[in-house]
């Protein structure tokens, strides 16, 4: 069994409203000097096998096709 962790963060350009909400409250709540707020997401993974090649490549396969929209986002794979 493999485990692995994907992050997926929107690309350098793309406007991200949800960042700058975040970045907004934090300065509401005291936190000075915050900026440029980014959000993303992270999947943690469990895979049925010990070939961390194959893993590896239906882990990008998975980005390609669902968890992540590469239009707009990168993904980085991580394995454990």
């Known amino acids: 069994m493999i485990k692995a962790r994907v992050t997926v963060t929107l ?3 793309v406007l991200d ?11 509401s709540l005291g936190f000075d000097g915050v900026h440029q ?3 993303g997401k992270v ?9 961390r090649a194959k893993a590896e490549e239906e ?4 980005c390609e096709k669902l968890l ?5 986002e990168n993904y980085s794979i ?3």
Do not use: C, H, Y
């Not at 409203?17 to 300065?27: F, H, V, Y």
């Not at 999947?43 to 070939?51: K, R």
């Not at 882990?59 to 998975?62: R, Y």
């Open 43 to 51: 999947f943690d993974l469990e895979l049925d096998t010990s070939d």
């Open 11 to 13: 690309k350098n350009g």
């Open 37 to 39: 707020v980014r959000q």
């Open 17 to 27: 409203p949800q960042g700058k909400a975040i970045e907004g409250a934090l300065g």
């Open 59 to 62: 882990l990008k396969a998975m």
């Open 68 to 72: 992540a929209n590469t239009v707009i």
């Open 78 to 80: 991580s394995l454990a």
